[in-house]
């Protein structure tokens, strides 16, 4: 069993950065998909970014591409969203998540183990 937390929500102005960690702990970190999801309020939880096991590639919405940065350290079993020009519409609860056997065109069904989210408010 994977347990994961994340950490680094927060409030921030429109413009601004905020960087999300996520540790993992329970298992083979380097073994796994990790990826970023969020749900704003009244929405459906939506693919933000993932970092694949190996040998690391990245994918990520149309919404965030350009402004967010996902990575990982499979030493300290963390993966990072570093999130950069932030716009109110990027408010919501972003959780991580890990999976052993993804694709993306069903990545939210195939992953595996959940966090409880963190939460991002940008004002505007």
Do not use: H
């Amino acid at each position: 069993q994977v347990q994961l937390v994340e950490s680094g929500g927060g409030l921030v102005q429109t413009g601004g950065s905020l960087r999300l960690s996520c540790t993992a702990s329970g298992g083979t970190f380097s073994s796994y998909s990790m990826g970023w999801f969020r749900q704003a309020p009244g929405k459906e939880r939506e693919f933000v970014a993932v970092v694949m096991r190996s040998p690391g590639f990245t994918f990520y919405s149309n919404s965030v591409k350009g402004r967010f940065t996902v990575s990982r350290d499979n030493a300290k079993n963390t993966v990072f969203l570093q999130m950069n020009s932030l716009k109110p519409e990027d408010t919501a609860v972003y959780y991580c998540a890990a999976g052993s056997r993804i694709t993306i065109a069903t990545i939210q069904d195939d992953m595996d183990y959940w966090g409880k989210g963190t939460l991002v408010t940008v004002s505007s």
